[in-house]
């Protein structure tokens, strides 16, 4: 199997690039921050108190995440239920990195992500793809951006949905989230000693999917 492990910070577009480059090589993509907000959805659902490492680590043990495609579309069910449409919010985007820092919550989906890893031809992103999920990937990308691109683009992107949001409180939150998932103590963000760095805070989605691409020839 052919793994492509993407890391990189909230809103650099990895989901976004690696869609792009899976349909071009013909790999399934593994969002495996779907996973982190699937589990996250259900603490803020039950009213976990996510300051209390007690309070999540028994919720680990009533969860069940499972991973499906629906016409190549990733699509994640949390306790039977396809949640794919609910974890997208901010703030279950908040909570995942907020939970994301327990090892019981590591644990349980590490071995669902090296499970679909084992199975198929995987690009895979996330915060700790390259460095610990999938030590062995054969191309690995770190991919980030200026925190006022990413916000730029992710005003731009809600706009698109029709909401508007002030670009210096979105400014806000991403570098609030750079900062709690580069300084954990499990698995932090950080690039692989053999990633790619990837800034694409001035190119085009085309040009980062193309030096994706052209890593993945080069270790083939
Ligand atoms: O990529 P995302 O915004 O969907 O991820 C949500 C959070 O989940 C992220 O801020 C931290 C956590 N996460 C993680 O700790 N490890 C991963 N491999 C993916 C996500």
Redesign the pocket.
Known sequence: MYSIAIDGP?GAG?STIAKMVAKELNFVYVD???M??AMALYMLDNQVDLESKEAVEAACGKITITISYLDGQQQVILNDVNVSGQIRREEV?NA??RI?VYPPVRTKLLELQRALAAKENVIMD????GTA?LPNAQTKIYLTASSEERARRRVEQLAQNGVSADFAEVQADIIK?DE??MNREI?PLRQAEDAAFIDSSQMSMEEVVEAIIACYKKNQ
């Open positions: 909230a990895k495996t921050g779907a982190f907000r985007g995942a990195s994301a996330g915060r700790d793809i999920v989230r709690q998932d698995a």
